[in-house]
């Protein structure tokens, strides 16, 4: 079975443009999350969806950061315009509702903002 | 507040050798979850295990064993034997609860860098 699937996987930008990640959850996840991952910070939450809805968004840095989750297999992660300290490995999990529930991470987005 | 501390950073050990990751955390909720990932030098997180607060039975998987105790408020991990394709970042997480947490929102720590050396 497939897993969580990122794209692109690598993403080198300049400071100022729009940077777009994308993310495919497992065939029947209804929860999906969005996480950033860096040497200062480790392993943040950004922004969660249950059943394509945004639950939580407490995560997500400023207005340059935003999420969409228009269908129950594509969510698009956005930063606009990009800076050099949006650098990080971004990281999309999907799992099945409830607390008991496993996370199952995609392969991750990595992105350098020159 | 949640919270998941691994006060290790970093561990270094020769093959053969066995290790035990520490994993403390902090909840309010009777009912909880815990997790170990994997994260290995090629990047993805890889699950490990899941042990909810209701089971404090120990669970062992070949080398990988965990030592869930309520009264410590600790989930360590042991590897037994390591070896070199061990060497990985492991994360704990607490699934957080709350009248809001359908989804199941992970506190991590901060991880603990292993190092197996031959």
């Known amino acids: 079975d497939a897993g969580v699937i990122q794209s692109p996987r690598h993403e080198v930008t300049e400071m100022g443009q729009e940077v777009t990640l994308r993310c495919k959850p497992i065939?029947?996840?209804?929860?999906l999350f969005w996480y950033r991952q860096t040497m200062m910070r480790g392993l943040e939450l950004l922004i969660y969806f249950n059943n394509n809805v945004p639950i939580d968004d407490s995560g997500m840095p400023e207005d340059r950061f935003s999420a969409k989750m228009p269908n129950a297999s594509f969510s698009t992660l956005k930063i606009q315009p990009s800076e050099p300290r949006d650098s990080a490995v971004y990281f999309c999990?999907?799992?099945?509702?409830?607390?008991?529930?496993?996370?199952?991470f995609g392969p991750g987005t990595r992105l350098l903002v020159l | 507040a949640q919270k998941v501390t691994q006060a290790q950073t970093e561990i270094s050990v020769v093959e053969k050798e066995d290790v035990t990751l520490d994993c403390v955390y902090e909840?309010?909720?009777?009912?909880?979850?815990l997790f170990w990932y994997k994260q290995p030098p090629s990047g993805e997180l890889v699950f490990l295990i899941r042990?909810?607060?209701?089971?404090?039975q120990n669970e062992i998987s070949g080398r990988y064993s965990w030592n869930f105790q309520k009264s410590t408020s600790s989930f360590n991990f042991t590897i037994t034997a390591s070896q070199v394709v061990d060497s990985a970042v492991y994360f704990c997480a607490l699934s957080e609860a709350g009248i809001y947490n359908q989804g199941g929102k992970l506190i991590f720590g901060q991880g603990t860098e292993l190092s197996v050396k031959p």
């Open positions: 065939s029947g996840h209804n929860s």
């Open positions: 909840t309010r909720d009777t009912t909880y979850y």
């Open positions: 999990a999907s799992k099945l509702d409830g607390r008991r529930e496993t996370q199952y």
């Open positions: 042990r909810n607060s209701f089971d404090e």
